[in-house]
């Protein structure tokens, strides 16, 4: 069981910054891939950016060049830092772990972060 709580949302003008931050309670080392996804009203679930434990990282195109997602073993954190944040960033943000078993993949989520951008 992987339990996940995000943290650093909040409202921010355009063009301004925020940093997300997401904890998990078991080693960070042992989850297969973390990740950030955003939902935004009456949309589905999309993912911004996601990083494996081999260092490797993708990005939703929209994020490309403005966000960063990075991992901390040390603190069991991945963190999205958002930089020249636009009204269409405007989402409900959720932190990610996909976990590998014998038996397969399991998906683990937290609860979410506001993250609203107006001016």
């Known amino acids: 069981q992987v339990q996940l709580v995000e943290s650093g949302g909040g409202l921010v003008q355009p063009g301004g910054s925020l940093r997300l931050s997401c904890a998990s309670s078991?080693?960070?080392?042992?989850?297969?891939?973390l990740g950030w996804y955003r939902q935004g009203p009456g949309n589905v679930r999309r993912p911004v950016a996601t990083?494996?434990?081999?260092?490797?990282?993708d990005y939703a195109k929209s994020a490309e060049g403005r966000f960063t997602i990075t991992s901390d073993n040390a603190k069991n954190t991945v963190n999205l830092q958002m930089n020249s944040l636009k009204p269409e960033d405007t989402a409900v943000y959720f932190c990610?772990?996909?976990?590998?078993?014998?038996?397969?993949?399991?998906?683990?989520w937290g609860q979410g972060t506001q993250v609203t951008v107006s001016s």
């Open positions: 990610n772990a996909e976990v590998n078993y014998a038996g397969g993949i399991k998906s683990y």
């Open positions: 078991v080693d960070i080392k042992s989850i297969y891939q």
């Open positions: 990083i494996r434990n081999t260092g490797g990282t």
